[in-house]
């Protein structure tokens, strides 16, 4: 896909390529599970920036994120509301 980018403070226009993003949502859950996979289950991984330790076996399987349907979602800094959209 090819899509229009702006620099320089809005004042230079060009085009990039526009990949398949994985730093969000259910492609980088995916990522994540591949890379873990990948690891042995006695290695240690540093979480937290770099707080907490943990072994990759005791790290869990991800969740499926839970449905909003039928919450209410705040919006306009604080002051109105308006019901949620179920987004899955």
């Known amino acids: 896909m090819r899509t229009t980018k702006t620099g ?11 990949t398949e993003q994985n730093w969000a949502g259910e492609s980088f859950r995916k990522v994540q599970e591949k890379r873990l996979s990948s690891v042995p289950d006695n290695t240690v991984i ?6 907490k ?3 990759a076996a005791d790290i869990p399987e991800p969740r499926e994120r839970p449905s ?7 919006t306009k800094r604080g002051t109105a509301s308006r019901p949620s959209r179920n987004i899955n």
């Open 46 to 51: 540093h979480l937290g920036r770099g707080v």
């Open 8 to 18: 320089n403070r809005g004042t230079k226009k060009y085009f990039a390529d526009v």
């Open 53 to 55: 330790t943990a072994n």
């Open 68 to 74: 909003t349907s039928g919450m209410t979602r705040i």
